[in-house]
Nanobody
Framework: QLQLVESGGGLAQPGGSLRLSCATSGFTLYYYAIAWFRQAPGKEREGVSCISGSNGSTDYADSVKGRFTISTDNAKNTVYLQMNSLKPEDTAVYYC???????????????WGQGTQVTVSS
């Protein structure tokens, strides 16, 4: 059974860092794209970043470019989201999801984790 489990969320100060992990099981990362989404209270869910398991190609939302880095450790079946220079507007529940072979956007992701809360506040 295909599963994704997020971890690493918590409280960070503005300007601080957090690293989220998405541990996957039941499938081979090579054949999927993994994306991170987030949803803040009262807002729609938005795609933050994605990575293609086969070739490592990546994409980032404009709001996080230069601050967030997505990476994958295929041996550990885990995808990471390194978040630096955090801002209060990054506060949200962050989800990872598995989807189409290549990271070409933020649609078509059929398998989701349960989410992890990230709060950026002083």
């Amino acid at each position: 059974q295909l599963q994704l489990v997020e971890s690493g969320g918590g409280l960070a100060q503005p300007g601080g860092s957090l690293r989220l992990s998405c541990a996957t099981s039941g499938f081979t990362l090579y054949y999927y794209a993994i994306a991170w989404f987030r949803q803040a209270p009262g807002k729609e869910r938005e795609g933050v970043s994605c990575i293609s398991g086969s070739n490592g190609s990546t994409d980032y939302a404009d709001s996080v470019k230069g601050r967030f880095t997505i990476s994958t450790d295929n041996a550990k079946n885990t995808v990471y989201l390194q978040m630096n220079s955090l801002k209060p507007e990054d506060t949200a529940v962050y989800y990872c999801a598995a989807g189409p072979y290549y990271c070409t956007g933020y649609v078509g992701y059929d398998y989701w984790g349960q989410g992890t809360q990230v709060t950026v506040s002083s």
